[in-house]
T-cell receptor, first 113, second 111 residues
Framework: AQSVTQLDSQVPVFEEAPVELRCNYSSSVSVYLFWYVQYPNQGLQLLLKYLSGSTLVKGINGFEAEFNKSQTSFHLRKPSVHISDTAEYFCAVTWDSSYKLIFGSGTRLLVRP | DTGVSQDPRHKITKRGQNVTFRCDPISEHNRLYWYRQTLGQGPEFLTYFQNEAQLEKSRLLSDRFSAERPKGSFSTLEIQRTEQGDSAMYLC?????????FGSGTRLTVV
């Protein structure tokens, strides 16, 4: 069965510092990978997704992620974070013949001034 | 297009009561999903529809839960005889291919 692991439940970082949020997946088939952001009491907003092609994916708000098939990872990065990036971030996976998204447990990014 | 709409945004109910939530997907999307999210956790898959057919139900979906999508349009999620453990955010999403859109959710509080 497919699964997603986000090992870091919370990542504190100072404003303007770089950040990496880790995501690892487990699957016996080819997958499609997503990163979502959730602000308090709101739904999920898509940051970026990997479907095929270039393994480096650029998304909104300056975020990017790299798909690494050998390490089964899809880590999210931003070179310089802002206070407004404070939110919960979720990695998700799906695959052909399913289409349902399976989510990780989330990482809370806390940006401090 | 106004995106995925969920109604109500908040629902407080007494234990044992029945509740029903509604989701209006993006009209061009053929798939519709329900998720449950508790505090500090990622969304957990409950069920999904392709057009009007319910194709998969999670084991999380007990007999007290039922979902429908008549005519492949809007969907409803009903919880019968609510329990305190049902308190959560219920998220709806729709998709066409790999383009997913989530609603803002319905927050259920069972007292």
């Amino acid at each position: 069965a497919q699964s997603v692991t986000q090992l870091d439940s919370q990542v504190p970082v100072f404003e303007e510092a770089p950040v990496e949020l880790r995501c690892n997946y487990s699957s016996s088939v080819s997958v499609y990978l997503f990163w979502y952001v959730q602000y308090p009491n709101q739904g999920l907003q898509l940051l970026l997704k990997y479907l095929s092609g270039s393994t480096l994916v650029k998304g909104i708000n300056g975020f990017e992620a790299e798909f690494n098939k050998s390490q089964t990872s899809f880590h999210l990065r931003k070179p310089s974070v802002h206070i407004s990036d404070t939110a919960e971030y979720f990695c998700a996976v799906t695959w052909d013949s399913s289409y349902k998204l399976i989510f990780g447990s989330g990482t809370r990014l806390l940006v401090r001034p | 297009d106004t995106g995925v709409s969920q109604d109500p945004r908040h629902k407080i109910t007494k234990r044992g009561q029945n509740v029903t939530f509604r989701c209006d997907p993006i009209s061009e999307h053929n798939r519709l999903y329900w998720y449950r999210q508790t505090l500090g956790q990622g969304p957990e898959f409950l069920t999904y529809f392709q057009n009007e057919a319910q194709l998969e139900k999670s084991r999380l979906l007990s007999d007290r839960f039922s979902a429908e999508r008549p005519k492949g349009s809007f969907s409803t999620l009903e919880i019968q005889r609510t329990e305190q453990g049902d308190s959560a955010m219920y998220l709806c999403a729709s998709s066409l291919g790999m383009n997913y859109t989530f609603g803002s959710g319905t927050r259920l509080t069972v007292v």
